[in-house]
C-alpha cells in the first residue's frame, strides 16, 4: 500500500494507472476508520481494480476550531486498517498542500444545500464541495464512493459533479448501524456512555416513523410527531432538527406522503457529566454535548394504503 501526501504524485499516479487501463475508486474520508468506511472500501473494491482512500481532516468544514480539533484521529490504526483491507493507496494531504495555492476560489452548490445542516451548519457544504472537487482532481478517479448516513452530503457532491461536469460516477452506499442500530459515525466515540445508550433513539425514531407509514399514515405533522416523540423519551438528546423533505431535491414536501420522502434527524446529545458541561460553557463551547445524523427515506409505495 502507498501512502502519498501531495497531489502532483497523486495525480501522475493516476495518469499512469488510468494508461494502463485501471479502474478507479476513491473513498474520501477525514479518518477515524470503522466499519462504515470499512464497507465503502468493499464496495468500491467490487466495482475497481484500485481502491484509494484519503484522509484529511478538512478544517473548513467545521464550525469552530474546537470542534476540528476534538474531531477524532487514529492515524496508525486507520494505515493498519486500510492495509487489511486491502486499499491500494492512501491519500494523506497535509492542509497546506489541500488550501494551496491561492484560497481564492471555491464552490458553492445552491438549494439542495440549504436546508437541514446547511442552515444548521452554515458555510458547512461549501467546505465540504470544495474539497471534494479537490480530491476527485487530485485522484481521477473513475468511481467515488460515500455514505449515505451524510444523505445531503451525497446530495450535494451529486449536484456539483452534475452541474461542473465532473468525469467520475458518484456511488452512494447504505448506512453501516451497531447491533441496537446506531448509525456508524466517527463521532460515536466521543459521546459520554450514558449518550450512546441513549442515542438509539434516533433509529427508534426513523423505526416509529417508517411503521407509521407502512400502516398507512399520510399525515406529515403526525409523521415528524411520531419521530419526535421518540427522541423526547432520552433526556440527553436535543433535537436540531427533525425534517420531511423531498428524496431527490431536498425541496419542501406538502402536507401529505405522496412520494418518497427523506426523514432526515439531527440531534444534540449532552453529557450527564455536569462539571465537563459547565466547564465547556465557561469556554463558550458545546464541547461535550455531540450532534449525531441519521435519515431514512420513507416511501409510501412500499406500504399499506393511506388511513
Ligand atoms: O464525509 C466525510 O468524511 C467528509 O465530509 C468528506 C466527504 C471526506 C469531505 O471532507
Not at 32 to 58: P, T
Not at 177 to 194: F, M
Not at 280 to 300: M, Q, T, W
Request: glycine letters at 6%; a negative charge.
Amino acid at each position: 500500500m502507498r501512502v502519498i501526501g501531495t497531489t502532483s504524485e497523486l495525480q501522475a499516479l493516476a495518469d499512469r494507472e488510468r494508461a494502463a487501463g485501471a479502474k478507479l475508486a476513491l473513498v474520501p474520508t477525514m479518518g477515524a476508520l470503522h466499519a462504515g468506511h470499512l464497507s465503502l472500501v468493499n464496495e468500491a473494491r467490487k466495482r475497481a481494480d484500485q481502491v484509494w482512500v484519503s484522509i484529511f481532516v478538512n478544517p473548513t468544514q467545521f464550525e469552530d476550531a474546537a470542534d476540528a480539533s476534538r474531531y477524532p484521529r487514529s492515524w496508525e490504526e486507520d494505515l493498519q486498517c486500510c492495509r487489511e483491507a486491502g486499499v491500494d493507496v492512501v491519500f494523506a494531504p497535509e492542509c497546506d498542500e489541500m488550501a494551496r495555492p491561492l484560497r481564492q476560489t471555491s464552490i458553492e452548490v445552491g438549494e439542495v444545500a440549504e436546508p437541514l445542516c446547511g442552515r444548521s451548519r452554515p458555510g458547512h457544504f461549501h467546505a465540504v464541495a470544495t474539497v471534494v472537487a479537490k480530491l476527485l482532481l487530485a485522484a481521477k478517479p473513475h468511481l467515488a464512493f460515500f455514505g449515505e448516513k451524510d444523505y445531503q452530503q451525497l446530495a450535494v457532491i451529486r449536484c456539483m459533479v452534475r452541474d461542473l461536469g465532473f468525469d467520475v460516477e458518484i456511488v452512494g452506499a447504505s448506512i453501516v448501524r451497531e447491533v441496537d442500530g446506531l448509525a456508524l459515525s466517527s463521532r460515536n466515540v466521543q459521546l459520554h456512555p450514558e449518550a450512546r445508550r441513549q442515542a438509539v433513539a434516533l433509529v427508534r425514531a426513523l423505526d416509529a416513523a417508517e411503521n407509521a407509514v407502512a400502516t398507512g399514515e399520510r399525515d406529515l405533522a403526525r409523521l415528524l410527531q411520531r419521530a419526535s416523540a421518540e427522541i423526547d423519551k432520552a433526556p440527553l438528546a436535543r433535537i436540531d432538527y427533525v425534517e420531511l423533505r423531498n428524496a431527490d431535491s431536498l425541496g419542501p414536501v406538502t402536507d401529505k406522503l405522496v412520494d418518497p420522502a427523506l426523514l432526515a434527524l439531527a440531534v444534540w446529545f449532552d453529557s450527564p457529566d455536569r462539571d465537563a458541561a459547565e466547564r465547556d460553557s465557561r469556554d463558550g463551547g458545546e464541547r461535550s454535548a455531540v450532534r449525531l445524523i441519521d435519515n431514512r427515506v420513507l416511501d409510501p409505495r412500499r406500504s399499506a394504503s393511506p388511513q
